[in-house]
C-alpha cells in the first residue's frame, strides 16, 4: 500500500507543476497521454500477472529455483516486446491515438510529444513493475516499498527541473514531465538488473542455467497473464473511450482535464491503495492456496477488503466536503473548470468504497490463478455498463458531464457486486498451477 501511495504522488506531482505553470490545457494532455499509454504498457505488465501467479505458488512451495526461471523469463519477454513493437508502433500511432479521443488542438500540441517519449522510453518503467510483482509474490513487500520511494523522489527531482527549468537547462513543459520519468525509472533499472545478476534479493536471475526463452514458462506467463492483461485493456480502452465521450461534451476541454485531475489523479488515492491491498491480496492468496491453506487465503481477502473501504471512506469524505481546495492543489481555478470538477469529485467520493471493494477481490481471484474472471468482469462493468449508459444518453437527448460521471459510478458498482459473487463461489480453490522442471 505504501508502494503505490509513494509512487502515485509522481502523477500528482507532474499535475500540479504542469497545472500551475502552464495550465489546465496541460493537465488535460497529460492525463489523455497516460489513458493511452496504459493500454499498452498494461498488457505487457499482464506477463507480470502471470509471473505473480506462478511465483507466488512456487514460493509457498519453497520452490526457489522454479521462482528464478520464472522472474527470468518474464523479463526478457517483456523487454522484448517492450522494445520492438510497443516503441516503434507506439511512437508513429500517437497522433491517431490522440485524434481518437477528440483531443483538442490545443490539447494535442502538448501531449504528443509526452506520448512519444513514453512509449520510446517504457523500458525502465517496465523493469520496476515486474520487480515489484515478483518481490511481493516471493514475500518480500519492503524492497519494493524501498525501489518506489526512491523512484518517486528521483523522478521529483527530474520532473521539478525539466519542466520548469533550471540554470542552463530549459524548461521543456510537459514534455519534460516524461523525460523526467524515463530518466528516473531507466537509472532504477540499471541498479535492479545490477542486484538481480549478483543476489541478495529474494528472486534473482538463475545463473548457470540457458538465457534463451524457455517457451513452457512463457506459455504458463501467457496463460495466467492474458487474462489479466485483456482485463487491463479493456478497462483503459473504457477509459480511452470515455475520454471520447468527455471531449464531445459542451466545454470538452475543460471536462478532460477536470477528469484528468479528478479521476486520474485524485481519485488515485483511493486506487493507490486498493491496488496496494489487490497486489497483498494476490501475493497471500496464492501462497496460502500453494501450502494447502485456503481458508487462511479467504480470510485474507475478506480483511483486505474491509481495509480498503476504510481507507476509501477517509478520501471520501475530503472529496465531498473539500473539493475546492483540492483542485486549487492543480492550478484549478478557471469557473468551469472547478464546477464540472466538483461535481465529479462528489460522485467520486462514493464511488470509491465501491471500487476499493472490488480491486481487493480482484487481487484474491487473480493470486489463486482465476484470471479470466475479472477479465469478463472488467468487459461487463467498464466498458458494456459505463459506455453503453453514455451512448443510449448520447443518441437519445444531450450528453453533459455528469451522465458520464453517473455512468462511471454504476460500472464501478457491477464491478463491485460481480468480483465479490465470483470470489465467494470459491472455484478459485481447485485451480492447478504448474512448469516443468529443467530438462524435463
Known sequence: MLTNVVGGLQGMVDQALVGNLIGYKANAAIGVSSQIFLIVVIFIASLFSGMSVLVARFAGQGD???????????????????????????????????????????????ALPFLRIMFVFSSGMLVFFMLGGALRSAGDARTPMILGISLTVLNVIFNVILIRGLGPIPAFGTKGAAMGTSVASGLLAIYSLYKLWNGGWVVSFPRGKGWGPDWEIIRALFRFGLPTGFQGIAMNIGGVLMLSFIGSVPRGAAAQAAFAVCYSQLFSLVTWTSVGLMGASAAIAGQNLGAGRADRAAAAVHVAARIGVTSAAIVGVLFMFLPHQLLAIFGMREANVVEIGVELLRVLSISGLLIAVALTYTGGLQGTGDTKSPLYISIISQILVPLGICFFIQRTSRLDPIDIWIAIFVGHATRCLLSVWRFNQGKWRTIAVDIGRPGR
Do not use: C
Not at 79 to 99: E, K, N, R, T
Open 64 to 110: 526457489h529455483e522454479r521462482v528464478d526461471r520464472t522472474v527470468y523469463q518474464a523479463f526478457i519477454t517483456a523487454i522484448g516486446i517492450s522494445l520492438f513493437i510497443m516503441a516503434p508502433i507506439g511512437y508513429f500511432s500517437a497522433p491517431a491515438l490522440l485524434d481518437f479521443v477528440n483531443a483538442a488542438p490545443d490539447v494535442k500540441a502538448e
